[in-house]
């Protein structure tokens, strides 16, 4: 059993900047596909960005120069950074672990477990 923690949300303006953290303990933590969503209100849960084991990584397009993924396995933390955030990456971000990602922009159902979500709020 995975257990996943985000941290790491906020109030900002267009333009600036957060980092994500999403501390993973339980079981092989470290053997799992990562990966952050998130959910605006009324709208769908969806991919943001994914990685692997190795540097192998995939953004949604809204993501894509401007988020990056990575993780120290070392510490079992998986990181988003988010640059340049404008008002439509307002959401709450979810961080997940599954084994069954096959590579292209995440969808909910490749991933098993999930942490509690971490509130992004980008005014303009």
């Known amino acids: 059993q995975v257990e996943l923690v985000e941290s790491g949300g906020g109030s900002v303006q267009a333009g600036g900047s957060l980092r994500l953290s999403c501390a993973s303990s339980g079981g092989t933590a470290s053997t799992y596909y990562m990966a952050w969503f998130r959910q605006a209100p009324g709208k769908e849960r969806e991919g943001v960005a994914a990685m692997a084991h190795s540097p192998n990584t995939k953004y949604a397009d809204s993501a894509e120069g401007r988020f990056t993924i990575s993780r120290d396995i070392g510490k079992n933390t998986l990181f988003l950074q988010m640059n340049n955030l404008i008002p439509e990456d307002t959401g709450v971000y979810y961080c997940?672990?599954?084994?069954?990602?096959?590579?292209?922009?995440?969808?909910?159902?490749?991933?098993?477990?999930w942490g509690q979500g971490t509130q992004v709020t980008v005014s303009s």
């Open positions: 997940a672990a599954g084994r069954m990602w096959t590579s292209g922009i995440p969808t909910p159902r490749e991933f098993d477990y």
